[in-house]
């Protein structure tokens, strides 16, 4: 680093940064962005990405990459086809048989408005695109230019945006089809945009506003058809989902002179800058641009930080000697050429993200999602990080502080969540049809398999609080960007004011929200209740200095990324001073996120089960980091192994301790989707709201609250009565329910939340029942094999079936489970065992008294993928009496001892000549 140079640059942005970007701190807050709003703008223009111009995921060190897809939802007058991609109801589309139905495919009737009665055909239609800062060559910010085919057509294919990312990578690598659809304007956005804007908070960071507008221009002449049949057509206007070939008839024979050329003009929002040498815009826009161009900042060695699963960082790998050691959290250093910026400036700040597959986030059905617009997606994603309970550092760990012993209560105070964003199934799909080493040597449908299973196999989210859920609801309200909203809800709950001093209030929106949604179907009404009681919780529960609202979106490396998550400049956690080096004043900042600010998932305990030793060696992230670091530039202006002169020949790519494109050039493709368990990324900004990154790796330790292993066991007769007997996970309660645990020989009951009961689950020692919320309790677990209808009897075949799953992925096929046993043993009159097993076979006829299997016998020796946890036998009680099912499992070890979960449970069997039996068989004859 230069740090002169970089000083000089670093004033030049300052000076001249408004000159190439969208200035709107002149503007009111909620005025900003809504220029594509479809509530109150039927029709305009929109950019995939929506609104977020950002760089294809496996290219993020090509500036080229960084690609809009911009999309016109409008049509010459009086044809409407607005966002919803719809025909709308003032005129009728058909289908032109006559001779010249090469030139005009389609012919227009007007049924209603000024001009009803008459039919329009149009040629020269053209869509006219204006970017700020345009220009030509390589690092232009939006290249003008027209869209549109030399036919026009009223349709628009929606369903092409599916594959969005396929045609931006057509466009880098100049290969295949650019677009999906004539109209649609694909520009890359290039340019290393720096902010420069004062006086606007929700604007700085590593993006930036750059405006957009279009002019539509078209000549338009009117006909009179012969032949007409039908009543035409309107409505969707997707012609690759409808048949327009079964569109009415009608037949234009002769070629129309009256053409007269016409553009539509519409008034731009207030203050928008950008001038059309048209006379105007029909439609103009905003958008964010990804803004890559890296600052001055001190740089760290990656490093390895761990915790336990559902907890918080606590520890870090010390490289020298080789070993773990304490920590109070996540310490980085950052160092800036500009000794002026103060600390309540955005111009030196800090945020995190750390990246998780999609299985390892909770999901919601979205409540706007439309099965007939591709692009529409079906899910919401999102980590809930809940409020820890109150913690104190002696010295040497966190320590709780007990509040409540029956039942724990959390500390509402500090709120670390929630992180939204929604599955981007297009996304995902082209990373692992085009990218991923695995599944890009597959088939489409293979593929598509696999993405939906990973869907269906992502956590609910109904274990979650409903104000949780109402905002994610919020923020994923499509008429605006994700990050705008990000923004907005932090300035609103940390009290943040506008510019004219008044503070930022979202309830109005909110109520307008609510009742939008209740007119959505279930989805809809649900979502209204979840956004009520959002708004309930921030009426009760006031301000906040903590910024806890965050965004998620699909990266390279098949991988979620939950973030920024920015980091506050508050005592004890920032610090900051100028120092001179070099005889250059420089700014230098610390920052230390404490360990209970950085929780750790508690689905996201993978224990590097994808490291396992299926594909031979099993790596370590301290390899991982050693990989990255044991290079250092000497003197002589050579790369050298660490500790050594010898020249070590390595190339500029092999350093990723400073930046994330250094880092994916080197594990991209071979080991990115392989990260052991969490990966973040801190990005830090200089006063350009420049970034630049710095790497470490989370390891989870699955020995955390929650993280034992879950079983179930189903028994069932040939009568069909089914007894399903397991203690439900955190994330199969509802939010609300508890588990209340009785000690049948002393009485004494206990309650507990989600998330607090860590005992084995013998069922034979205790009593466990569900409360639900609203319903009361329920009866205990398994009483149904001691009494009722459904019990069972000698001589009868019972189908019995064992399921386990840990809390690491239930994607995979061993589902975290590494070993399992059952056993069934008999028990005396007062319920004591007797050390008597009955002889169980397993499926490949074997008898024994168990039936035992592990990831380390033959045939795995080792291989989880080849490990199945299931287990399903066939049994026959010969004798009645009492009996204990005793199921036992265990999930994957990696550097300590596995967890293990015992299911113990009673089984009553009665005689076949019972009074029971006899009463029962009485009553079937009746």
Request: glycine residues 8%; hydrophobic residues 30%.
């Amino acid at each position: 680093m230069v740090k002169r140079i970089w000083f000089a640059l670093a004033v030049l942005c300052v000076v001249a940064s408004a000159s190439f970007a969208a200035d709107v701190s002149g503007l009111a807050t909620d005025t900003r962005f809504d220029t594509n709003d479809p509530t109150k703008h039927p029709t305009g223009i929109m950019s995939i990405p929506k609104n977020e111009i950002r760089r294809i995921p496996d290219m993020i060190d090509k500036p080229e990459s960084q690609i809009g897809m911009w999309i016109p939802m409008v049509e010459p007058e009086p044809v409407v086809r607005g966002f919803d991609n719809r025909i709308k109801d003032n005129v009728r589309i058909y289908r032109n048989t006559g001779t010249t139905a090469s030139k005009y495919p389609f012919l227009v009737k007007v049924v209603s408005g000024p001009d009803a009665g008459k039919w329009f055909v149009y040629r020269n239609v053209k869509y006219h695109w204006v970017f700020e800062d345009a220009g030509e060559g390589e690092h232009s910010g939006g290249v003008n230019g027209t869209s549109g085919g030399d036919v026009w057509t009223p349709f628009y294919k929606a369903s092409g945006a599916e594959k969005a990312v396929n045609y931006m990578r057509n466009i880098v690598n100049g290969t295949g089809d650019r677009t999906w659809d004539p109209k649609v304007y694909p520009n890359a956005h290039k340019k290393p945009f720096d902010s420069g804007i004062s006086g606007t908070d929700d604007t700085k960071g590593s993006t930036v506003l750059q405006e957009v507008g279009m002019t539509l221009t078209y000549e338009r002449a009117e006909v009179a058809p012969t032949g007409v049949t039908g009543d035409g057509y309107y409505g969707n206007a997707d012609n690759g989902v409808i048949d327009t070939n079964t569109i009415s008839p009608a037949q234009l024979n002769s070629e129309p002179t009256n053409w007269e050329s016409k553009k539509l003009i519409n008034a731009t929002p207030e203050k928008f800058g950008l001038k059309s040498d048209l006379g105007g815009f029909t439609a103009v826009n905003r958008v964010y641009v990804e803004d890559y161009s890296a600052p001055s900042v001190k740089s760290t060695d990656v490093k390895i930080y761990r915790g336990n699963a559902g907890g918080f960082v606590d520890s870090v790998y010390d490289k020298s000697t080789n070993s773990w050691k304490k920590v109070q959290g996540i310490l980085f250093e950052t160092e800036d050429d500009n000794p002026n910026a103060v600390v309540t400036s955005d111009r030196l700040k800090a945020s995190m993200n750390y990246e998780c597959g999609n299985m390892d986030l909770y999901k919601l059905d979205n409540p706007a999602y439309d099965p007939d617009d591709p692009t529409s997606e079906p899910y919401i994603y999102f980590v809930y990080l809940p409020p820890t309970y109150k913690m104190t550092w002696n010295g040497s760990s966190w320590e709780r502080v007990k509040i409540s012993d029956n039942p724990p209560v959390f500390d509402d105070t500090v709120v670390y969540g929630p992180y939204v964003g929604p599955a981007k199934k297009a996304e995902e799909y082209d990373y692992y049809k085009n990218i991923d080493p695995i599944w890009s040597r597959r088939s489409a449908e293979e593929v598509e398999d696999y993405i939906t299973n990973r869907y269906a196999n992502a956590y609910s989210a109904k274990s979650l609080a409903p104000w949780a859920r109402g905002l994610c609801y919020f923020i994923l309200d499509e008429r605006n960007s994700g990050l705008l909203k990000i923004k907005t809800l932090n300035s609103h709950v940390t009290g943040k004011k506008d510019k004219d001093g008044r503070p930022i209030d979202v309830n109005p929106e909110i109520d307008a929200m609510i009742n939008e949604y209740k007119e959505m179907g279930e989805r809809g009404k649900k979502a209204a209740a979840d956004l009520a009681a959002f708004k309930a919780h921030l009426a009760a529960n006031g301000k906040t200095d903590y910024n806890r609202f965050s965004y998620i979106e699909f990266k390279d490396g098949g991988r979620y990324c939950v973030g920024p998550i920015e980091f506050e400049k508050i005592a004890g956690i920032y610090e900051e001073k100028n120092v001179t080096v070099d005889g250059q004043e420089v700014k230098q900042a610390t920052w230390m996120i404490p360990g209970p600010r950085v929780l750790l998932p508690k689905h996201f305990a993978v224990n590097s089960i994808e490291w396992d030793s299926t594909a031979g060696t099993r790596h370590s992230g301290e390899q991982m980091a050693t990989d990255s670091q044991n290079f250092v530039l000497g003197n002589d202006g050579k790369w050298h192994r660490v500790n050594t002169a010898a020249d070590a020949g390595v190339p500029l790519e092999l350093q990723v301790a400073g930046t994330n494109s250094n880092f994916i050039n080197k594990y991209g493709h071979e080991w990115m989707q392989k990260v052991p368990d969490l990966m973040f990324k801190v990005d830090m900004a200089d006063c350009c709201g420049n970034t630049t990154n710095q790497v470490g790796f989370l390891k989870v330790n699955d020995s955390g609250e929650g993280s034992k292993p879950n079983c179930e066991c189903t028994l069932s007769d040939a009568n069909g009565n089914d007894h399903v007997v397991g203690v439900p996970a955190d994330d199969q309660l509802d939010y609300g329910d508890k588990l209340i645990v009785k000690d049948p020989r002393t009485g004494e009951v206990s309650e507990y939340a989600q998330a607090s009961s860590l005992q084995d689950n013998d069922l034979t020692t205790k009593e466990i029942s569900i409360n639900k919320s609203g319903e009361g309790l329920q009866p205990p677990i398994g009483s149904s094999l001691l009494s009722g209808d459904k019990v069972i009897y000698e001589d009868t075949r019972l189908n019995i079936a064992a399921h386990a799953w840990d809390n690491i992925d239930n994607f995979h096929k061993h589902r975290g489970i590494s070993y399992y046993k059952m056993q069934i043993q008999e028990l005396d009159a007062n319920g004591n065992p007797t050390g008597k097993y009955e002889l169980l076979e397993d499926e490949n006829g074997n008898k024994d008294e168990k039936i035992e299997r592990s990831i380390f016998d033959p045939p795995y020796n080792g291989r989880l993928s080849q490990f199945k946890p299931d287990l399903k036998f066939y049994h026959i009680f010969r004798n009645p009496g009492l009996y204990r099912v005793e199921y036992t499992v265990r999930d994957v070890p990696f550097d300590s001892q596995p967890n293990e979960q015992r299911l113990f449970f009673r089984v009553k069997v009665l005689d076949l000549k019972s009074d029971n039996r006899t009463i029962e068989d009485h009553q079937r004859r009746q």
